[in-house]
């Protein structure tokens, strides 16, 4: 139970203080600006329009409200879509879901969150699911062709909708109908500014593809549609396009076949072309004035279209000025037949106009007023009724409430001969001379004296000065305020009727679907009887609507719009109590209260009241209504606050279950504090008997440790006495038999004898100073094995340090560059042997005596390292082709050897690695970086005759450039990157063995080059 702990302001206005208009907008405006859009009115849901995707929808929340009642989580529109359908479900009662509210207010959302829950809950099953997702998908169908922008809200419903659900005995939905009322049928050739057509119309121009099109007879432009405002054809966050896609699957779903959607759209198409067709002014030949078509292209167009010859649609156009329309029409989503002794449970939602006070208020908003009147009526009766049949079946005495009974309203407006539309239609049937004045005359006569009814007329009659109520205009006084109506245009509005002509002209076209809407022009159907005017079929559909929700139980949705501007986060005061007194609400909680405020179940009180009584506290034995009474008994509540049912604990006054609410929170606390006072004492006892633990085996270590240390003391002290005690003794038989250390003394000279004759000898028999004679002698002795390898050591290490300072530095310098070449290649590369031997001269090709080739490398680089002729492999075809190729301190130079130019200059930044083959053969590969200039064209296959000093050159001289070691892989097979792929190079020894070093390259397929060594 939430509706007070926790909560952000009042979640059940029946329990608001004080009952005030002020603090009832206050209460909202807080919640609203809590992001709390949902608040009760006992059963009723009040729900203030976020303009925002708010965080409390979804499967998660579907699944948290199924499992709670009513009022054990937060108002939110899934509660009241739970109450109904469990009632509908469990009680086998039929439900009707009556949502209101201004347009923008948020009703169709309301009612789309309600068909979703309803969807999501209501089984499972192939057949089931099919009829959960046609219901869903009525949505997209109904808000195409029934909504449009308008100044006040983007998608805006210019009907009323009622939707009929049918189920089974399980739950399980059959199938559906939905009725609409009032379709804002002139808003097809008319609408105010900034505002635009029904959706279908621009769903269709921007979403068709061009063959639908063109088949139409459309173009995409809609400023070229006189239907269509050119300053209002889109709406932001509207994607027009993507909602025509979805309208065409979800008629699919419903059931429409390829060819009815088409012929739908084929429809909107005529009416969007009868739009463009101009009218002039002509006289027949007796000089009566008449009218024609102005160009004669666009008639033909619709004709071609329909199947209907162009001249008589023409004259039916042309005789008459008539408006297109019904005032209900029925769809049904899908009726599922099944036995006819099965009863069904029905659902019904019903989306429809709030009471409506606009600055010129016509006929729509007469009978839109109307229908919230009757509403109105069944919202109080059934309230009423409600509290009656609660109070009676709980045996709690009933004392009559008052309330303002707006049936004299009613009576008012649908009395068959003294009602306003009573007169509306018999001065539209009167013969003679028929106006809207005439009407307004009639009105001003009968009604003259009536309390709920003004006219400029009666206010004169009576003295009164209004300016604001015009000539041609008068007001009734509805229940939710006085609403001005101008009378201009009444007359015709009711005579909104469909002249035999031209129905007769749309019956004779080939068109299935428009000879479907006008059964009337059937020649055998014909009827001379007047149809009947527009207020009398709303009227009667009324009639039929209250009967439907009579026969229902209700749970109701008031829709509020918190500002003008759709604006999230906006409130404005003024605007939420306009509404407000339009929905009723504060008389809604007044009559809601005016029994009894709150109630609640004997279980469920106690459940959370029984801590505030000793006797209930902590544990009851006894009834639930037993207990109730202990705890309101020792709470001293006064028993005219009180009423105890069958079932229920009912309680008059909200300030009564306030004290409850503190007095359960004062003892919560009390609680809290006892719970926090045990707690603690338990904690503080386990903490003492951890620490006596602790300190018991404290203790026992302590005094273990003192005795092991004063035992290994005593033991120490008996140990040195008695090593003295055996040294004493010793000494004593050393004293007895002196002569008994002369072996040692002996033994010890001899070894320093031999040592010494070991290293005289030694002294005279050393090796030559040359660093390549590696002889020593042996020791006479194994004994000496060790000392005699030590000083092989010494002996060599200084032999070299002697040959080393006598080296110049250029020696030094070729030493090194043999040194390196020996970590190289030194048992892995076969020419590597015959290569020691042989100085590095570098310069190959005459370097010297060649200015062209001197001027290659740049002033920069300093001398060259290798200069030689090498031969590149061609990685396309496997040839080779003579290249001179000069290694810097910076740089891989390859020039031709014909005209001595450079064609690659290689950064040695970018070589990335070497591979290089075992056998005695030059063939080498340049692995370069990819993100260099050159490396994009791939890497290098060459063949040098001095590959040893080449590529130890080249991986001294990138340690140096780039403090890199260069990757030089020794193996058969590599991989070199050509062009944008990669070439397997692979290496093979001939017949010859590979003695003389010679290559031949063949290409094996485009990915293979194959190398053999002769």
Same mark, same amino acid.
């Given at each position: 139970m939430t509706l007070l702990e926790g909560s952000i302001g009042v979640e059940d206005l029946v329990l608001l203080e004080p009952l005030e208009q002020e603090s009832l907008i206050k209460n909202l405006q807080l919640r609203y600006e809590n992001r709390e859009i949902y608040t009760y009115i006992g059963n009723v849901l009040v729900s203030v329009n976020p303009y925002q995707q708010l965080p409390i929808y979804g499967p998660e929340f579907i699944a948290r409200y199924w499992d709670h009642t009513f009022y054990e989580l937060k108002p939110h529109v899934y509660a009241l879509a739970n109450v109904a359908y469990q009632s509908l479900r469990d009680q086998d009662q039929d439900q009707c879901i009556l949502i209101t509210g201004e347009s923008g207010a948020g009703k169709t959302e309301a009612s789309k969150l309600v068909m979703t829950y309803v969807a999501a809950v209501c089984g499972e099953g192939e057949r089931v699911n099919s009829v959960k997702e046609q219901l869903l998908q009525s949505n997209p169908v109904l808000e195409a062709f029934g909504n449009?922008?308008?100044?006040?809200?983007?998608?805006?419903?210019? !009907?009323?909708?009622?939707?009929?659900?049918?189920?089974? &005995?399980?739950?399980?939905?059959?199938?559906?109908?939905?009725?609409?009322?009032?379709?804002?049928?002139?808003?097809?050739v008319k609408h105010f500014e900034g505002e635009r057509n029904f959706h279908i119309f621009y769903q269709l121009l921007a979403g068709a593809d061009p063959q639908l099109l063109k088949a139409l007879k459309l173009e995409r432009d809609t400023d070229g549609y006189a239907y269509l405002n050119p300053g209002a054809s889109r709406v932001d966050g509207m994607d027009d396009t993507a909602n025509f896609k979805t309208l065409q699957s979800a008629m699919t779903v419903i059931g429409f076949s390829k060819e009815e959607i088409r012929q739908v759209l084929e429809v909107v198409a005529l009416v969007l072309k009868l739009g463009n067709v101009e009218l002039a002014d002509e006289f027949q030949a007796n000089?009566?004035?008449?009218?024609?078509?102005?160009?004669?292209?666009?008639?033909?167009?619709?004709?071609?279209?329909?199947?209907?010859?162009?001249?008589?649609?023409?004259?039916?156009?042309?005789?008459?000025?008539?408006?297109?329309?019904?005032?209900?029409?029925?769809t049904a989503l899908n009726v599922v037949q099944v036995g006819t002794g099965e009863k069904r449970k029905v659902m019904g939602v019903l989306d429809i106009y709030g009471f409506e006070i606009l600055e010129d208020n016509s006929f729509e908003q007469f009978v839109i007023n109307y229908c919230n009147e009757k509403l109105q009526q069944v919202f109080i009766e059934i309230t009423l009724k409600e509290e009656q049949e609660e109070y009676k079946r709980e045996g709690i005495p009933w004392v009559k409430v008052d309330y303002f009974d707006n049936g004299i309203i009613c009576n008012l407006i649908e009395h068959n001969q003294q009602g306003i539309l009573a007169m509306l239609d018999e001065e539209c049937l009167r013969p003679g001379v028929v106006s809207d004045s005439t009407f307004l005359a009639k009105l001003n006569q009968v009604f003259s004296k009536h309390g709920h009814y003004e006219s400029k007329?009666?206010?004169?009659?009576?003295?009164?000065?209004? $300016?604001?109520?015009?000539?041609?205009?008068?007001?009734?006084? $509805?229940?939710?305020? =006085?609403?001005?109506?101008?009378?201009?245009s009444f007359i015709d509005k009711n005579n909104d009727l469909l002249f035999r002509d031209l129905s007769?002209?749309?019956?004779?076209?080939?068109?299935?679907?428009?000879?479907? *809407?006008?059964?009337?022009?059937?020649?055998?159907?014909?009827?001379?009887k007047r149809p009947p005017t527009a207020g009398v079929q709303f009227k009667g559909s009324v009639a039929i609507l209250m009967k439907n929700l009579y026969s229902k139980k209700p749970n109701y949705i008031r829709c509020i719009k918190p500002n003008e501007h759709q604006q999230r986060g906006e409130f404005s005061s003024e605007l939420v109590a306009v509404q407000a007194r339009y929905l009723g609400l504060l008389e809604n909680v007044r009559v809601r209260r005016a029994g009894y405020a709150y109630r609640q179940t004997y279980e469920s009180f106690l459940e959370r009241y029984r801590l505030l009584s000793r006797s209930t506290w /902590?544990?009851?034995?006894?009834?639930?209504?037993?207990?109730?009474?202990?705890?309101?008994?020792?709470?001293?509540?006064?028993?005219?606050?009180?009423? !105890?049912?069958?079932?229920?604990?009912?309680?008059?006054? /909200?300030?009564?279950?306030?004290?409850?609410?503190?007095?359960?929170?004062?003892?919560?606390?009390?609680?809290?504090? *006892?719970?926090?006072?045990?707690?603690?004492g338990w904690r503080c006892r386990i903490h003492y008997q951890l620490m006596r633990k602790s300190q018991i085996l404290i203790s026992s270590w302590f005094r273990g440790n003192m005795q092991k240390k004063r035992y290994g003391k005593m033991k120490a002290s008996a140990l040195l006495i008695q090593a003295f005690v055996r040294g004493w003794k010793a000494r004593k038989n050393y004293r007895k038999y002196f002569r008994s250390g002369a072996a040692l003394t002996l033994s010890n000279f001899i070894y320093k004898s031999i040592a010494r004759k070991f290293l005289l000898g030694l002294k005279n028999d050393l090796p030559?100073?040359?660093?390549?004679?590696?002889?020593? /002698?042996?020791? /006479?002795?194994?004994?000496?094995?060790?000392?005699? $390898?030590?000083?092989?050591?010494?002996?060599?290490?200084?032999?070299?340090?002697k040959f080393r300072d006598q080296l110049s530095p250029k020696q030094v310098e070729v030493l090194r560059e043999k040194l390196c070449a020996s970590e190289l290649f030194k048992g892995k590369k076969s020419s590597y042997p015959q290569s020691v031997p042989i100085p590095f001269h570098g310069d190959y090709i005459g370097l010297q005596g060649n200015p062209k080739l001197q001027k290659l490398k740049g002033r920069e680089e300093g001398p060259v390292l290798v200069a030689e002729t090498v031969m590149k492999v061609n990685r396309g075809n496997g040839k080779t082709s003579s290249r001179i190729l000069l290694l810097t301190k910076g740089h891989v130079i390859i020039s031709d050897t014909k005209n001595s130019q450079a064609k690659t200059?290689?950064?040695?930044?970018?070589?990335?690695?070497?591979?290089?083959?075992? !056998?005695?053969?030059?063939?080498?590969?340049?692995?370069?970086?990819?993100?260099?200039?050159?490396?994009? =064209?791939?890497?290098?296959?060459?063949?040098?005759?001095?590959?040893?000093?080449?590529?130890?050159?080249?991986?001294?001289?990138?340690?140096?450039?780039?403090?890199?070691?260069?990757?030089?892989?020794?193996?058969?097979? &590599?991989?070199?990157?050509?062009?944008?792929?990669?070439?397997?190079?692979?290496?093979?020894?001939?017949?010859?063995?590979?003695?003389?070093g010679k290559l031949s390259c063949k290409k094996k397929g485009s990915r293979c080059l194959e190398v053999t060594v002769q």
């Open positions: 449009a922008k308008t100044i006040r809200n983007n998608n805006s419903s210019r !009907f009323g909708k009622y939707m009929d659900i049918e189920f089974d &005995f399980k739950g399980s939905p059959l199938g559906g109908v939905i009725t609409n009322y009032l379709l804002e049928k002139s808003r097809v000089g009566i004035p008449a009218s024609g078509i102005r160009d004669g292209r666009g008639i033909q167009e619709i004709g071609e279209m329909v199947g209907l010859n162009s001249v008589e649609l023409e004259r039916a156009l042309c005789s008459r000025t008539v408006e297109t329309a019904k005032e209900k029409v029925v007329v009666t206010q004169n009659a009576q003295h009164q000065y209004d $300016h604001s109520m015009g000539l041609s205009c008068f007001r009734i006084c $509805h229940y939710a305020g =006085k609403v001005t109506y101008n009378v201009n007769q002209a749309m019956w004779k076209a080939q068109h299935p679907l428009l000879r479907s *809407l006008f059964p009337e022009g059937d020649p055998k159907q014909a009827s001379l /902590p544990r009851w034995d006894g009834g639930d209504r037993e207990g109730v009474e202990k705890v309101l008994g020792e709470l001293s509540v006064s028993s005219e606050e009180l009423a !105890f049912g069958k079932t229920k604990i009912f309680i008059r006054s /909200p300030k009564t279950l306030f004290y409850l609410e503190d007095q359960r929170r004062l003892r919560i606390q009390q609680l809290a504090t *006892l719970i926090q006072k045990v707690y603690r030559s100073t040359n660093v390549l004679d590696r002889r020593w /002698p042996a020791a /006479p002795y194994k004994y000496f094995n060790t000392a005699n $390898h030590e000083l092989q050591k010494l002996f060599y290490q200084w032999k070299c340090k200059v290689i950064a040695l930044n970018g070589v990335v690695g070497v591979s290089v083959t075992s !056998f005695k053969d030059g063939l080498f590969s340049l692995h370069l970086s990819e993100i260099s200039s050159v490396g994009s =064209k791939g890497d290098f296959l060459l063949v040098s005759e001095h590959v040893i000093e080449l590529l130890t050159k080249m991986y001294q001289a990138v340690l140096d450039a780039t403090q890199r070691q260069l990757p030089v892989t020794v193996t058969e097979e &590599f991989s070199v990157r050509f062009k944008e792929s990669s070439l397997a190079v692979k290496v093979i020894q001939g017949p010859g063995g590979g003695g003389n």
